[in-house]
């Protein structure tokens, strides 16, 4: 059952899904997906990310069912790993996705911006039986640490072999991504790169496995590597969603070694968690000045709905931890672009494990645009 209350309260969405979502959003049933054992390959939501949307998927789709009728785009302007966008890719509508990290970019592109079917499985089985028994860049600075030596070794040689065999840039990014996700599941830590655990229990060696894409589905779809503030000023959609950082914990930080990993420029890396220069990489939102381009980004968003996802965690021991953007200022910047109802929904989200709240409030803001 749906409550709807005024614009300055909530709208109350309980756990069960309303069955009737996916008939406004049929998949399309021309899917061409690569014929491999479902033990070879990975899927995008298959990545540990702070802020993943993938169990809330459900609960997005049916708001802009029951709010945003004929959609034909969907911005995705701080995608992350991209699940959102993917969500709505499959239903034969337009994705414009977004991310400032590399790291997170290669992947947007490998899932949502590759239409061709390139095969890669012959090459990624060609990394996988790579030797390594040297200590190269990586295992340098990150072996002991956040792998196991010998994993390493086998992440750096990977990595540097991948820049001979790419024949393209989006076989350039698909092995990138690949490499990325089984990066993830060896990382001696709790899920970013902020730290790595003291004991060094993720001892599994490193293995690639092929992508699971939809090639059919990305023909349309545009991806972007840009400041949100900047892009949002090009794009024009139906649905812009917006699920920017919410405090000051910057995603440069916790994910500073993939973004390393993915773009292999090679810099000096310092301190004990071993990161790199990467002030032009820091988000503008997770700063004092949050609410300044928050404000900025609606007034040159051109679209008919933005939905704009902000987790309320409430007061925590950690200030850095605490929302930049108070819900005061996001209502009172989105009801200057149209009308405002809140969303909300209970679930236990992936964190950095630092906050004391017992549970977590996602709230959607949906605004109707009419100026």
Same mark, same amino acid.
């Given at each position: 059952m749906t409550n709807v209350k005024s614009s300055s309260q909530a709208v109350?969405?309980?756990d069960t899904i309303i069955p009737s979502i996916g008939r406004r959003f049929p998949v399309k049933s021309n899917a061409r997906l690569p014929k491999? !054992?479902? *033990?070879q390959y990975f899927q995008?939501?298959?990545r540990r990310y702070l802020g993943n949307k993938y169990k809330l998927l459900d609960f997005i789709e049916e708001i802009v069912s029951k709010k945003c009728g004929q959609v034909e785009s969907f911005c995705d302007i701080f995608a992350g790993t991209g699940v959102v966008g993917e969500r709505f890719n499959k239903f034969g509508i337009k994705v414009i996705s977004n991310d400032i990290l590399f790291s997170n970019y290669a992947c947007l592109s490998a899932f949502l911006g590759t239409n061709l079917d390139i095969q890669i499985a012959s090459k990624i089985e060609y990394l996988n039986s790579l030797e390594a028994n040297k200590d190269n860049y990586f295992s340098d600075h990150f072996g002991d640490r956040y792998f196991t030596k010998q994993n390493a070794r086998k992440i750096g040689v990977?990595?540097?072999?991948?820049? @001979?065999i790419a024949d393209s840039e989006a076989e350039r990014n698909l092995l990138i991504c690949s490499l990325l996700y089984a990066v993830d599941k060896? *990382? @001696?830590?709790v899920g970013h790169y902020d730290a790595y655990r003291k004991t060094l229990d993720m001892v599994k060696p490193v293995e690639l496995q092929v992508p699971r894409i939809d090639w059919s589905a990305n023909e349309e779809n545009e991806i972007y590597k840009e400041d949100a503030n900047k892009l949002v000023k090009k794009i024009s959609c139906d649905v812009l969603y917006i699920? !920017? !950082?919410? @405090?000051s914990r910057q995603y440069s930080d916790a994910y500073h070694l993939l973004e390393n990993l993915a773009e292999w420029k090679k810099p000096e890396v310092v301190g004990v968690g071993k990161k790199m220069d990467r002030s032009h990489i820091k988000s503008e939102y997770c700063l004092r000045n949050a609410t300044l381009a928050f404000e900025d980004l609606i007034k040159n968003a051109n679209c008919k709905h933005i939905l704009m996802s902000y987790n309320n965690t409430g007061e925590s021991k950690d200030g850095r931890s605490n929302a930049r953007i108070s819900d005061e200022e996001i209502l009172q910047i989105l009801k200057a672009k149209g009308k405002v109802e809140i969303f909300e929904k209970n679930y236990q989200a992936?964190?950095?494990g630092k906050s004391n709240g017992d549970g977590h409030t996602e709230r959607v803001f949906y605004c109707n645009v009419n100026k």
């Open positions: 109350l969405i309980e491999i !054992p479902v *033990a995008m939501q298959n990977i990595r540097e072999e991948i820049e @001979n060896v *990382a @001696n830590t699920d !920017p !950082p919410y @405090n992936f964190t950095t």
